[in-house]
């Protein structure tokens, strides 16, 4: 039978180092994470380390209900989409060529989620999703065009309304009044990314779950 080889890597940086871990190895845990979340039928063999696996990790709930399906022929909130895409940790770029950019040219995005071999090109008409095609990092030309499309988020802690206020109210909790000035407390309370921001993961879920 066919057997599912997954890669689990561990941060490249130090427990509460003032460095975020590498964006690769961020897309490589977080692809892993959905497929293990939504593909569950599958026989799979997870090649990791003892410190990734020692590690916490989000819980299910929010891998399960972060992954966006795309359909071509539906409409979707263009912006909505774009700011989603930024909370998810994507970064806009001016063209894509590594996983977890997206870039907007007109009625394109391009995006290369994570958990995807290749980048595609959603071309809309209007709000509607009108084409969704492959394309080529070097060429950038499109290629086979697929109906539909699955994005994962990049990071494992994604900076939204909820996650914030848990993150605000445990930093509270944790720190006092002492750490309202704190320029981490300060820029995700802004729902800005702060430069190791991840180190403190915790404290943006009520629990999180193992590997």
Same mark, same amino acid.
């Given at each position: 039978?066919?057997?599912?080889?997954?890669?689990?890597?561990?941060?490249?940086?130090?427990?509460?180092?003032?460095?975020?871990?590498?964006?690769?190895?961020?897309?490589?845990?977080?692809?892993?994470?959905?497929?293990?979340?939504?593909?569950?039928?599958?026989?799979?063999?997870?090649?990791?380390?003892?410190?990734?696996?020692?590690?916490?990790?989000?819980?299910? &709930?929010?891998?399960? =209900? %972060?992954? @966006? #399906?795309?359909? $071509?022929?539906?409409?979707?909130?263009?912006?909505?989409? *774009?700011?989603?895409?930024?909370?998810?940790?994507?970064?806009?770029?001016?063209?894509?060529?590594?996983?977890?950019?997206?870039?907007?040219?007109?009625?394109?995005?391009?995006?290369?989620?994570?958990?995807?071999?290749?980048?595609?090109?959603?071309?809309?008409?209007?709000?509607?999703?009108?084409?969704?095609?492959?394309?080529?990092?070097?060429?950038?030309?499109? &290629?086979?065009?697929? =109906? %539909?499309? @699955? #994005?994962?988020? $990049?990071?494992?802690?994604?900076?939204?309304?909820?996650? *914030?206020?848990?993150?605000?109210?445990?930093?509270?909790?944790?720190?006092?009044?002492?750490?309202?000035?704190?320029?981490?407390?300060?820029?995700?309370?802004?729902?800005?990314?702060?430069?190791?921001?991840?180190?403190?993961?915790?404290?943006?879920?009520?629990?999180?779950?193992?590997?």
């Amino acid at each position: 039978p066919f057997i599912e080889v997954l890669e689990f890597p561990a941060w490249d940086c130090l427990p509460y180092d003032r460095v975020s871990p590498n964006k690769e190895i961020s897309c490589l845990r977080m692809s892993t994470l959905t497929k293990l979340t939504l593909n569950r039928t599958k026989k799979t063999l997870i090649i990791s380390t003892v410190n990734a696996i020692s590690q916490r990790i989000p819980p299910k &709930e929010f891998v399960k =209900s %972060s992954a @966006l #399906l795309l359909h $071509v022929g539906k409409s979707y909130d263009r912006d909505q989409l *774009i700011t989603q895409l930024v909370q998810m940790g994507y970064s806009n770029s001016s063209s894509v060529t590594e996983r977890g950019e997206f870039a907007v040219r007109g009625s394109i995005v391009d995006i290369f989620p994570p958990n995807m071999g290749a980048p595609t090109r959603l071309d809309f008409f209007g709000n509607q999703l009108d084409q969704c095609k492959y394309f080529d990092i070097d060429s950038q030309l499109s &290629e086979k065009a697929t =109906s %539909s499309i @699955l #994005l994962c988020p $990049v990071s494992e802690f994604v900076i939204n309304e909820a996650h *914030i206020k848990f993150f605000r109210n445990n930093y509270r909790h944790t720190f006092g009044s002492n750490g309202l000035t704190d320029t981490l407390y300060i820029s995700i309370s802004s729902g800005l990314s702060y430069l190791g921001y991840e180190h403190w993961g915790p404290m943006f879920y009520k629990k999180m779950d193992t590997l």
